[in-house]
């Protein structure tokens, strides 16, 4: 890739990653049980998480650690069972067990690139312990992904220094950033197939 820009020469490796995480993913479903495959409408809610794994709500319950918070409801209209619930606008996050009642709730800094509202599905999630580099240069951890806007891959991601920085102007990333403990938290809560509500 001799006289390309190193800039371009990374946005070339970041979308053809990408299109092979997409690919795994399509193949992934193509295999995947008829069960798992069949529309939340119809299928029943997974088992909650096993208490090991499951988020507790922090001291003021809204992510905040402060006492006596209050923890902001739920959405209405944000479906049912076991999910994950995220507010662009709010700039907020909830996991929602299986009787429909939060489990955890927190801040997070929204991405330049936002899905449409609507219902979608964890497609991929990081290894424990894996860092990427995530598409503004910052090591991230603790990824799950959903969706994919203007060919951009658009999911929850903690850096791992701690930062949650503001979104460039004109940077076109799915990156949605919160903080260590509550992206630990919800990668534990969620798999690959738990939906995600956007309100």
């Known amino acids: 890739m001799a006289g390309i820009r190193p800039g371009v020469q990374v946005a070339a490796l970041t979308v053809a990653a990408l299109v092979g995480v997409g ?4 193949q992934a479903a193509e295999n995947a049980p008829e069960a798992a495959a069949q529309p939340q409408a119809t299928a029943s809610p997974s088992a909650s998480p096993t208490a090991s794994a499951r988020p507790t709500a922090e001291a003021g ?3 905040s650690g402060e006492p006596g ?3 902001p409801a739920v959405p209405a209209q944000s479906g049912s069972g076991k999910r994950v619930v995220y507010s662009p606008a709010d700039g907020r996050v909830w996991l929602v067990g299986a009787d429909d009642k939060a489990l955890r709730t927190f801040t997070v800094v929204p991405a330049p690139l936002t899905p449409a509202p609507g ?5 991929s999630m990081s290894p ?3 860092q990427v580099q995530g598409s503004d240069g910052v090591p991230v951890e ?3 992904r959903f969706a994919v806007v203007d060919g951009a891959a658009v999911g929850f991601s903690a850096a791992v220094d701690g930062s949650l920085p503001t979104p460039t102007p004109g940077q076109q990333t799915g990156g949605i950033r919160e903080k260590r403990t509550d992206g630990k938290a919800l990668w534990e809560f969620a798999e690959v197939g738990t939906p995600v509500v956007v309100v």
Do not use: M, N
């Not at 690919?23 to 399509?26: D, E």
């Not at 219902?119 to 497609?123: A, D, G």
């Open 128 to 130: 424990p312990g894996g």
């Open 69 to 71: 918070a209050a923890s």
């Open 142 to 144: 603790h990824i799950v």
């Open 61 to 63: 319950g809204d992510g």
């Open 119 to 123: 219902e979608y599905r964890v497609t």
């Open 23 to 26: 690919a795994l993913a399509v």
